[in-house]
């Protein structure tokens, strides 16, 4: 990561000097929403312009290498005719991550034609840029602005390489600069986010994107930093580029409109993380109480260097998810000392005054009490009485950041833990910490030294997409009066039907999400928070 990003990032209300905020208005970003368009046909695409209309895009990116049997002259007018957006016309070849794979002149005549006849924008590569540009002849319609762009399938250069291509792109007669790269690391995007919004300083209208899902926050947040436009597909999984989101997610998940300079960044930090539901949750309840704020999917690898990178004011907490509970312990400033006792954290808050990091567990908090209310509603016991897990036998399943937050509750609440595990020595570890005993998993089929124990899953063993998988087999689950699974997508697992089957009490992990919601949202916001919300839009789920 070069130190330049973390500089910028670490001050990145230069970017609010750039972009005015919206005076109230529904609208706090000029960035435009341009919805790829690719058909085999031109009727097809004349069906989905009107669609991307529909759902709010600003203009259509019109692909003309998708099409089948291509007319140049009729199909061009055509579709510039029954555009009911502004049209930006691409024509990509092979060579550069499209479909065209022939000569290079009726590629570019096209191209211009379009350009002639009416399109609002054209996107010709950096390398033709200057065969395109003595196409024109200097007779460029001064209502079409011209895209240069620079697509880079294996990685995202330095901030130095970035700002020399931009320069180069520039030289080649760009109205916009386009720059798409790819994420190797999520610290990768910093440098996008840097060059856009030093092109901005210097009134260079810019397109800077990082293509896979560790980039997906360059699709998101260019809104912020001043980005020129960026794409949003109209269905999930037909992109023009790895990691575009789809329109309705900017619009409706994202809030994209609302997104200004001054907007604070808030994610969710795991590998795997597209599954989680918590951007919807917050983005929803930021959005019922008027908080500026969005958050984001966060596809990290190492921990240390994510929050080194981002290390501005304006990336303000983040939710922690696995693999990283552990490892996030070691990066925070200061640890509340229940998630100091647990050994993890999966709640981090940036303080605005100094960006010192601050740790917490909400975890233990959302999973015990969702036991708690399981085993009540069984046994139909009051609130009022002592914690009905006291004295219980508690078997929880995974030795990690979950594991052990579920442990440190089940402990406090005066059960009798056992920790299982795949290895028995981190199982041991865990155990010696909160006084238990420890088993492998293996050893858990055979394991019932009484009935009514309780299990815990706490590891991902289960998740989409490998939803037939199950820690332990249904046959080992009789003796059990109550199963609980982190495991949320999808809300019923392998382990909790079979649970059911066997006639234990289930709590799923969705109870256990918004229950550790509720704290994580109250220290972002300092706000108390929206549970009926909370509720009623996890019901979807």
Same mark, same amino acid.
């Given at each position: 990561?070069?130190?330049?990003?973390?500089?910028?990032?670490?001050?990145?209300?230069? !970017?609010?000097?750039?972009?005015?905020?919206?005076?109230?208005?529904?609208?706090?970003?000029?960035?435009?929403?341009?919805?790829?368009?690719?058909?085999?046909?031109?009727?097809?695409?004349?069906?989905?312009?009107?669609?991307?209309?529909?759902?709010?895009?600003?203009?259509?990116?019109?692909?003309?290498?998708?099409?089948?049997?291509? *007319?140049?002259?009729? %199909?061009?007018?055509?579709?510039?005719?029954?555009?009911?957006?502004? &049209?930006?016309?691409?024509?990509?070849?092979?060579?550069?991550?499209?479909?065209?794979?022939?000569?290079?002149?009726?590629?570019?005549?096209?191209?211009?034609?379009?350009?002639?006849?009416?399109?609002?924008?054209? %996107?010709?590569?950096?390398?033709? !840029?200057?065969?395109?540009?003595?196409?024109?002849?200097?007779?460029?319609?001064?209502?079409? =602005?011209?895209?240069?762009?620079?697509?880079?399938?294996?990685?995202?250069?330095?901030?130095?390489?970035?700002?020399?291509?931009?320069?180069?792109?520039?030289?080649?007669?760009?109205?916009?600069?386009?720059?798409?790269?790819?994420?190797?690391?999520?610290?990768?995007?910093?440098?996008?986010?840097?060059?856009?919004?030093?092109?901005?300083?210097?009134?260079?209208?810019?397109?800077?994107?990082?293509?896979?899902?560790?980039?997906?926050?360059?699709?998101?947040?260019?809104?912020?930093?001043?980005? @020129?436009?960026?794409?949003? &597909?109209?269905?999930?999984?037909?992109?023009?580029?790895?990691?575009?989101?789809?329109?309705?997610?900017?619009?409706?998940?994202?809030?994209?409109?609302?997104?200004?300079?001054?907007? =604070?960044?808030?994610?969710?930090?795991?590998?795997?993380?597209?599954?989680?539901?918590?951007?919807?949750?917050?983005?929803?309840?930021?959005?019922?109480?008027?908080?500026?704020?969005?958050?984001?999917?966060?596809?990290?690898?190492?921990?240390? /260097?994510?929050?080194?990178?981002?290390?501005?004011? %304006?990336?303000?907490?983040?939710?922690?998810?696995?693999?990283?509970?552990?490892?996030?312990?070691?990066?925070?400033?200061?640890?509340?000392?229940?998630?100091?006792?647990?050994?993890?954290?999966?709640?981090?808050? /940036?303080?605005?005054?100094?960006?010192?990091? #601050?740790?917490?567990?909400?975890?233990?908090?959302?999973?015990?009490?969702?036991?708690?209310?399981?085993?009540?509603?069984?046994?139909?016991?009051? *609130? &009022?009485?002592?914690?009905?897990?006291?004295? =219980?036998?508690?078997?929880?399943?995974?030795?990690?950041?979950?594991?052990?937050?579920?442990?440190?509750?089940?402990?406090?609440?005066?059960?009798?833990?056992?920790?299982?595990?795949?290895?028995?020595?981190?199982?041991?570890?865990?155990? $010696?910490?909160?006084?238990?005993?420890?088993?492998?998993?293996? $050893?858990?089929? *055979?394991?019932?030294?009484? %009935?009514?124990?309780?299990?815990?899953?706490? &590891?991902?063993?289960?998740?989409?997409?490998?939803? $037939?998988?199950?820690?332990?087999?249904?046959?080992?689950?009789?003796?059990?009066?109550?199963? #609980?699974?982190?495991? @949320?997508?999808?809300?019923?697992?392998?382990?909790?039907?079979?649970?059911?089957?066997?006639?234990?009490?289930?709590?799923?992990?969705?109870?256990?999400?918004?229950?550790?919601? @509720?704290?994580?949202?109250?220290?972002?916001?300092?706000?108390?928070?929206?549970?009926?919300?909370?509720?009623?839009?996890?019901?979807?789920?």
């Amino acid at each position: 990561m070069d130190s330049a990003s973390n500089v910028l990032l670490a001050s990145s209300p230069s !970017a609010a000097a750039v972009v005015g905020m919206g005076s109230g208005g529904v609208r706090r970003n000029p960035t435009l929403i341009c919805t790829p368009i690719m058909a085999d046909s031109v009727d097809k695409m004349a069906i989905l312009m009107a669609e991307a209309k529909s759902v709010g895009a600003d203009l259509v990116e019109i692909r003309l290498d998708s099409l089948k049997d291509f *007319n140049h002259n009729s %199909d061009i007018k055509t579709l510039i005719l029954h555009s009911p957006l502004p &049209t930006l016309f691409t024509y990509r070849p092979m060579w550069e991550g499209g479909q065209y794979n022939g000569d290079e002149k009726p590629r570019l005549d096209a191209l211009r034609l379009a350009m002639e006849l009416g399109a609002d924008y054209i %996107d010709v590569e950096l390398k033709v !840029a200057h065969e395109f540009n003595e196409l024109l002849r200097g007779n460029k319609p001064g209502k079409c =602005k011209l895209i240069v762009s620079s697509h880079n399938y294996e990685n995202t250069p330095s901030v130095e390489e970035l700002g020399n291509l931009v320069a180069r792109i520039q030289a080649a007669g760009a109205d916009i600069v386009k720059i798409a790269t790819t994420a190797l690391d999520i610290s990768d995007v910093a440098r996008i986010f840097q060059i856009t919004v030093h092109s901005q300083v210097r009134s260079v209208p810019i397109i800077g994107l990082v293509m896979g899902e560790r980039g997906l926050i360059s699709r998101i947040l260019c809104a912020k930093f001043g980005g @020129y436009l960026t794409f949003g &597909t109209l269905e999930s999984g037909v992109v023009s580029a790895p990691g575009q989101p789809t329109i309705k997610d900017l619009l409706d998940l994202y809030n994209f409109r609302q997104i200004g300079p001054d907007t =604070k960044v808030f994610g969710i930090i795991g590998k795997p993380v597209g599954h989680s539901k918590s951007p919807v949750l917050f983005n929803e309840a930021f959005k019922s109480v008027g908080i500026n704020g969005v958050y984001v999917h966060l596809l990290v690898d190492d921990i240390a /260097r994510f929050l080194q990178t981002y290390s501005s004011t %304006d990336f303000a907490g983040f939710s922690c998810t696995i693999p990283h509970k552990e490892d996030a312990l070691k990066c925070c400033d200061e640890v509340h000392p229940v998630a100091k006792s647990i050994g993890a954290v999966n709640c981090i808050i /940036r303080r605005q005054n100094d960006g010192k990091l #601050f740790g917490y567990n909400t975890d233990y908090v959302g999973a015990i009490s969702a036991i708690e209310e399981g085993l009540r509603a069984s046994q139909n016991v009051s *609130n &009022t009485v002592g914690s009905p897990l006291a004295g =219980k036998l508690f078997v929880v399943i995974g030795a990690g950041g979950a594991g052990k937050a579920l442990a440190y509750g089940a402990k406090e609440k005066g059960a009798r833990v056992v920790i299982a595990n795949r290895t028995y020595e981190r199982a041991k570890v865990l155990a $010696d910490i909160i006084g238990g005993d420890a088993i492998t998993l293996a $050893d858990l089929e *055979n394991f019932h030294p009484e %009935d009514g124990m309780i299990l815990a899953n706490t &590891t991902s063993i289960g998740m989409q997409p490998k939803v $037939d998988e199950t820690p332990v087999s249904k046959n080992a689950l009789r003796s059990y009066s109550l199963v #609980f699974d982190a495991v @949320y997508t999808p809300k019923i697992t392998r382990l909790l039907r079979e649970a059911e089957e066997s006639g234990a009490k289930i709590v799923t992990g969705l109870e256990m999400f918004i229950g550790q919601a @509720y704290e994580q949202f109250e220290r972002f916001t300092e706000l108390p928070a929206p549970k009926e919300l909370f509720q009623k839009i996890m019901s979807k789920y």
